[in-house]
């Protein structure tokens, strides 16, 4: 089959630590839903060691074990540390998938570190390694019934390559199914991460994801050249992306931009070198609603979901579009799961929330042509989507109600977020 390329979402655990933003649990799950349908390889779903999260971890593994989120994976992100990956499996004993994840460079070792920590030995049989801590924290995984880990390089852009080669043939060595390639400061360029790229491959003949920052804003394009050095040197690549492109900073690489720019750029067409059943017509229900979870508008520029994505003002622009749209359209919108009317109610409208009454809750869920079984069953719903309400502080979307009808166990779990004493 020769390599391909993945797609690993970081949406639910990068996208949230979006300063000043996030989203509730229940987003977070509607998310994993729609990337699933989307036929996206992973999502990298949150933190297995965060008490916050642990109702809504175990949640969506139910789902996926019924099936409800399947086949993409669910993946956690943990501290490569022997006692993180504990904690990972006692507070979420279903999961399967994890990324391990410790600093590699200079600057960071010592700067986050100092003598606590080296990279190489020398500082004593007591001062542990980089190197060291990431295999204990993977083989610890194995033993624990992991079915996947992979190794993640923080700062790999800021890392010599010496030192980067010899920490993912250590990896490889303890069984990683792959290293995770960090422009954590968004710091390199196309140019130069197809070498450093193409340098792993070649040497550690490991596959390699791709985790880059938009700092530069050459987050798609140097995780696509990443991604082509990968497949060119005989090993898949995983591309990390946020849906969007939310994320820290200046966000990370957008998933909508990075799947068109592998599918149809002039370097890739006819290749067919993506690995996963990516369905791009679910693009445009993802973004809106990520978009709506966030609070942030999509910019009107944006790759394919952007309201001017595909409009044309200049004569001779819309001139050419309306004889021919490849005159000045790359890809067609519909490919996006866009040109179907939005419908906007301009009448009276009721809405389910945290106050609604029976009667108002029924005539929302009588429009969603759901059901229930018997006037107890509507009331717990409507529990539920009160509930809901609080948590997500909006108006419940369609298929949030709609979730909430079909699974109101785990709704309830994921709802359910209580402090420690």
Not at 97 to 106: G, Q, W
Not at 200 to 212: D, F, N
Not at 321 to 335: G, M, P, Q, S, T
Request: aromatic share 8%; charged share 25%.
């Amino acid at each position: 089959m020769g390599a391909k390329i993945h797609f690993i979402d970081v949406t639910n655990r990068d996208g949230v630590q979006t300063a000043r933003l996030g989203l509730a649990k229940l987003e977070k799950t509607v998310i994993n839903m729609y990337l699933s349908d989307m036929g996206v390889f992973q999502s990298e779903f949150g933190f297995p060691v965060t008490k916050h999260e642990t109702n809504y971890l175990n949640a969506n593994l139910e789902l996926a074990r019924m099936g409800v989120i399947k086949p993409m994976r669910l993946g956690g992100w943990v501290r490569a540390i022997v006692g993180d990956v504990e904690e990972a499996f006692r507070r979420t004993p279903a999961i399967r998938h994890l990324n391990l994840s410790i600093s590699t460079s200079e600057q960071m070792t010592r700067g986050k570190f100092g003598t606590r920590v080296v990279r190489r030995p020398g500082g004593g049989v007591s001062v542990p390694t980089v190197i060291g801590m990431m295999t204990a924290a993977v083989d610890r995984a194995w033993e624990l019934g992991a079915e996947s880990v992979g190794v993640n390089a923080e700062d790999a852009s800021r890392t010599d390559d010496g030192f980067l080669a010899e920490f993912c043939e250590a990896a490889k060595e303890h069984g990683a199914d792959r290293v995770r390639y960090c422009d954590t400061l968004g710091y390199d360029d196309p140019l130069r991460v197809y070498e450093r790229i193409a340098m792993l491959a070649g040497r550690v003949k490991l596959p390699v994801e791709m985790h880059c920052h938009n700092d530069l804003g050459m987050a798609v394009a140097c995780s696509v050249a990443g991604a082509r050095a990968g497949v060119d040197g005989g090993v898949d690549t995983f591309i990390n992306t946020s849906v969007n492109g939310m994320g820290e900073r200046a966000g990370n690489c957008d998933l909508v931009s990075a799947v068109l720019a592998v599918k149809k750029s002039s370097g890739f067409e006819g290749l067919d070198l993506v690995g996963d059943p990516v369905d791009l017509a679910r693009s445009w229900k993802l973004a809106k609603y990520a978009s709506y979870a966030f609070g942030v508008p999509i910019p009107i520029n944006q790759v394919g979901v952007g309201e001017n994505a595909f409009a044309h003002e200049s004569g001779i622009h819309a001139d050419g579009a309306l004889k021919d749209r490849r005159n000045y359209e790359l890809y067609d919108f519909e490919e996006l799961g866009r040109g179907e009317p939005d419908t906007i109610e301009t009448g009276r409208q009721i809405v389910a929330g945290e106050y609604s009454g029976i009667k108002g809750f029924r005539n929302v869920y009588d429009k969603l042509e759901v059901e229930f079984e018997n006037d107890r069953q509507a009331e717990e719903i409507l529990e539920l989507v009160r509930y809901a309400n609080v948590h997500t502080q909006k108006p419940l979307t369609s298929d949030e109600l709609r979730f909430i009808s079909s699974y109101p166990q785990q709704a309830r779990m994921i709802l359910t977020v209580t402090p420690l004493e």
